[in-house]
Nanobody
């Protein structure tokens, strides 16, 4: 089993920053893709950012320019730096590796989530 563990969530005011971490002790993120998803109460789950094994990245339009995904493979950790946070960023954030998705939340591929609350 993989087991992904997120941390770094919390409550901040709009304009603030948080850095989320996703750690695994089971494998190296090198050579795989890591995703960050989020789900707000009453809203659908959405892909926020991806870090592909070739180093390419993806960001949802809503976070582009504010969020940055990165890898510290020596620590087996993927980060999501979130700057200039907005109330609409309030959600539970999940780390996932393939084949984990919003529709396949198996604990081997999907973390337990970390909650982010942004107040106006």
């Amino acid at each position: 089993e993989v087991r992904l563990v997120e941390s770094g969530g919390g409550s901040v005011q709009a304009g603030g920053s948080l850095r989320l971490s996703c750690t695994t002790s089971r494998f190296s993120f090198a050579g795989t893709t890591a995703h960050w998803y989020r789900q707000a109460p009453g809203s659908r789950c959405e892909l926020v950012s991806s870090l592909f094994n070739d180093g390419d990245t993806y960001y949802a339009d809503s976070v582009k320019g504010r969020f940055t995904v990165s890898l510290d493979n020596s620590k087996k950790t993927v980060y999501l730096q979130m700057n200039n946070l907005k109330p609409d960023d309030t959600a539970v954030y999940y780390c996932a590796v393939p084949p984990g998705t919003c529709l396949l939340r198996h604990p081997d591929y999907w973390g337990q989530g970390t909650e982010v609350t942004v107040s106006s």
